[in-house]
């Protein structure tokens, strides 16, 4: 059946996806193997050099000199200016001609290295690798496809490639029709402007706002009085910005910003992590701490919000510059602490070591010691899984969405990014539950195990971390791993990604790459960690995502487990923990989707849970906004 005029579409589960649009927005070309693909093609666009050539399904033909000479000109000229000028000023009617493509393997993953872009005004299809347009390509999908090293030598073909005159003819295919656009894909309501117009520049605060509206679209379109509780919600209830002065080991004096935002506390005293790393700034509080209230929201617990740090580099301090850095740290935030106000719990940079430092130091200053923070165990006679509470919540979320699919976690293959405390135990229960991680990182690249962690090389991946060594080492015991600079694990074969890193890790290009390397369930293990432009890719290629808010509020729960007096008096047992925590991410999942199901989002679509998590957050906070007053 031939399609309408706008672009190109697919006949298989993915037929709402444009080709061109897809092309041009996402830097991707998704189609299925086998498929076959209709093409509307005006007088003049389609060139005759391609006509004859087998793109999928078979070996090339043998060309003849007479069709080498007329590709070589055609490759010559591909500039559309140039092509411009051979098209007659007066267009006859369009015709439509039916392109069948028997689709291999490795044409699925060679357009991968496809994308568009606009240059001097004109929307063109580069390469993914060299950026360039043209000739110039580094892939022969007619190549070796099984290893890196057989796909790098392709460069040798880079001026014979047959993704780009595939490309090439796209381009002529659908000239004039390509709106390159740059936006970000949530609307700006007022709820945003506002937002836009108060903090202009707080990026990080920015796209989290607008992430939040965007899955508000339909509560706010049945209710328009969620516009003013939202526009408050916005604006956090505390803000703290100070100075901590330090002194190192050489007796040398430094100084850094330190930040914490009580968010909101409509429900309940604020929880939420402290974050140690020189990318902190109010903005990363702040959308920390937005994220912090909605979770605290979802989860089976009445709590508020909030988030904090400072730009401190713990890595490379020795103990005692760290434990001055966090008293310095207390000093001037222990005033808003409490069981009733703010209990502070890890985050990236703070672990048992800091936060041990920083609830001695208020112990000493408020003069009592009320067991006020998550984290140090030393201090909890009952739950001993606080650290692995995130990383196992995230397995136990994932395990809930695959029985609704009828499937389940054994066998899967996982790629995993960042070598942290969340990252090391989300290794640990695939394992115990018989998945296959096959990839960790670090912020100089990351590292592939194809034969799969198992817990004797999680411990070695310990050992290392703990010794500051790089991920590299690894790769000198296990001869099967190897470690890549400077890159990210989402060109990994997997069935499962879990970024556990940092926000917005993933990025366009990243989506494009997991949809082609199989990938069809996202698991958000750090806050925020796609952009709104891979949000929109994985949206696009049916993957489905299990938002931070969600997934990762194991944390949130064990937290309050610990500070429960009836788990410290029962000594509960790590099984018993587990299944505490199990129930309460149970809780959590069937909220986000009964949500989700009642603003009309089916269970089998990408933003189900997303949308859903953020409604039932979000309506949970406006009833308590509400009977509280103007406050």
């Not at 067991?371 to 739950?383: A, L, M, Q, V």
């Not at 996202?522 to 049916?542: F, I, Q, R, Y």
């Amino acid at each position: 059946m031939l399609l309408p005029a706008e672009g190109i579409r697919m006949n298989s589960t993915m037929d709402d996806i444009n080709l061109i649009q897809q092309a041009q927005r996402h830097h991707l070309v998704v189609r299925e193997l086998g498929e076959e693909i209709d093409l509307e093609i005006g007088h003049g666009d389609d060139d005759h050099s391609f006509a004859n050539t087998p793109i999928m399904g078979g070996r090339p033909r043998e060309h003849s000199a007479e069709d080498n000479d007329e590709v070589k000109n055609m490759m010559a000229s591909s500039q559309f200016s140039n092509e411009e000028q051979d098209v007659p000023k007066t267009q006859p009617v369009k015709r439509k001609k039916k392109v069948v493509k028997r689709w291999r393997e490795e044409w699925a993953d060679t357009y991968k290295w496809a994308f568009v872009d606009v240059k001097e005004g004109t929307a063109r299809i580069f390469c993914s690798v060299c950026r360039e347009y043209g000739r110039k390509h580094r892939r022969n999908p007619y190549g070796n496809e099984g290893s890196r090293n057989m796909q790098m030598s392709a460069l040798e073909e880079h001026n014979n490639s047959l993704l780009h005159k595939e490309a090439l003819r796209l381009q002529m295919a659908s000239k004039d029709k390509i709106v390159v656009d740059k936006t970000i894909y949530v609307k700006a309501g007022s709820i945003v402007e506002a937002a836009l117009k108060r903090d202009p520049h707080e990026v990080e605060f920015i796209q989290s706002v607008q992430e939040a509206v965007h899955a508000l679209d339909r509560v706010i379109a049945k209710n328009s009085h969620y516009v003013n509780i939202m526009e408050r919600l916005l604006e956090p209830e505390r803000m703290l910005v100070f100075r901590v002065p330090w002194v190192d080991d050489r007796g040398e004096t430094h100084v850094n910003r330190g930040f914490r935002v009580h968010f909101n506390q409509a429900l309940g005293p604020c929880r939420g992590g402290i974050r140690f790393h020189p990318s902190m700034n109010l903005s990363i509080a702040k959308f920390l701490g937005f994220g912090q209230t909605l979770k605290n929201a979802l989860s089976p617990y009445r709590l508020g919000g909030a988030a904090g740090g400072s730009d401190f580099d713990p890595k490379g301090k020795t103990d005692n510059e760290i434990m001055r850095f966090c008293q310095s740290f207390m000093n001037e935030i222990y005033r808003y602490l409490g069981p009733d106000k703010d209990l502070p719990s890890e985050e990236m940079g703070v672990g048992t070591r800091e936060m041990g430092y920083l609830l001695g130091q208020y112990r000493r200053l408020a003069g009592h010691f009320q067991g006020s923070f998550t984290g140090p165990r030393i201090f909890w006679s009952g739950s001993s899984l606080r650290t692995e509470a995130t990383g196992y919540g995230l397995v136990f979320f994932v395990q809930l969405m695959l029985a609704d699919m009828n499937k389940e976690i054994k066998g899967l293959r996982c790629a995993v990014s960042g070598s942290g405390k969340i990252t090391m135990h989300v290794l640990e229960k695939l394992i115990a539950y018989g998945a296959l991680p096959i990839t960790v990182s670090d912020s100089k690249g990351y590292l592939v195990d194809e034969d799969g962690f198992d817990y004797v090389k999680i411990s070695f991946l310990r050992d290392i971390k703990a010794q500051q060594r790089s991920l590299r080492d690894y790769s000198k015991t296990y001869a099967r791993s190897k470690y890549y600079d400077e890159a990210k694990p989402w060109s990994e074969r997997c069935d499962v990604a879990f970024p556990c890193g940092y926000q917005n890790e993933i990025d366009q290009s990243d989506a494009i790459s997991l949809v082609n390397s199989g990938c069809r369930l996202l698991v958000e293990g750090s806050n925020m960690p796609c952009t709104p432009e891979a949000v929109d890719v994985l949206k696009k290629a049916n993957v489905l995502i299990a938002p931070a808010i969600a997934a990762g509020a194991g944390g949130v729960v064990a937290g309050e487990l610990e500070l429960n007096h009836e788990c410290n008096l029962l000594n509960w047992s790590p099984e018993d923990f587990e299944s505490k925590l199990q129930e309460a991410m149970k809780q959590i999942y069937q909220r986000a989707l009964k949500a989700a199901n009642d603003f009309g989002y089916q269970k089998e679509s990408p933003e189900a849970l997303v949308h859903g998590a953020v409604i039932s957050a979000f309506l949970t906070i406006a009833q308590a906004m509400s009977d509280q007053g103007c406050v």
